[in-house]
């Protein structure tokens, strides 16, 4: 895979149609305190060697990763050596060609067992829904794999990008720092 562009440089990353932070690289050799989780915009399969893992698909790596789609900022799957990001919404699986994958310092997060929707204190916050509601970055196991998605708490369930479509999980891993 090439590297993604935010290796060198000033670059930005959104977090929310609301919300705009910027993040630096600083130049080789210069020191700069790590980010213990932050999103990095990739695109077209590019994704960084600490992109946090989620599953895997016929021995492929599935990394969790987001995107926006018609006014959400949905968590997916990024399946290693395809050219999208996947989300799920409206019953369907949509590809993104423009995505950010979660990266993390080692040990800063785990999968932790969940149901019922609930807003976990320390949850990875994935994005929001079309109407504002947050979204957590989850993951559930359906057809004999284990595939990132997002939690939507007012349905109460993981919505997984799979097959084509979005498939509704009721016990699903929550991601937390």
Not at 22 to 28: A, D, G, S
Not at 47 to 58: C, L, V
Not at 146 to 166: A, D, L
């Amino acid at each position: 895979m090439k590297p993604c562009p935010w290796t060198v440089g000033r670059s930005a990353l959104i977090l929310s149609e609301m919300s705009y932070a910027e993040y630096y690289t600083p130049p080789v050799g210069a020191w700069a305190a790590p980010q213990p989780v932050q999103w990095i915009h990739c695109s077209n399969g590019n994704y960084p060697h600490n992109a946090i893992e989620a599953g895997h698909d016929s021995g492929a790596r599935l990394l969790v990763a987001r995107a926006y789609f018609n006014g959400a900022l949905i968590p997916g799957k990024l399946h290693a050596g395809h050219t999208s990001c996947y989300v799920a919404w409206n019953g369907q699986e949509h590809p993104v060609p423009n995505y950010e994958v979660l990266v993390a310092q080692p040990g800063a997060l785990r999968w932790v067992p969940s149901t019922g929707g609930y807003l976990l204190a320390n949850a990875v916050l994935g994005g929001h829904s079309e109407n504002g509601e947050q979204l957590l970055v989850g993951r559930a196991y359906h057809a004999g794999t284990t595939v990132p998605g997002k939690v939507h708490p007012s349905h109460r369930v993981c919505y997984i990008p799979y097959g084509g479509q979005e498939i509704p999980v009721s016990h699903y891993d929550v991601l937390m720092r």
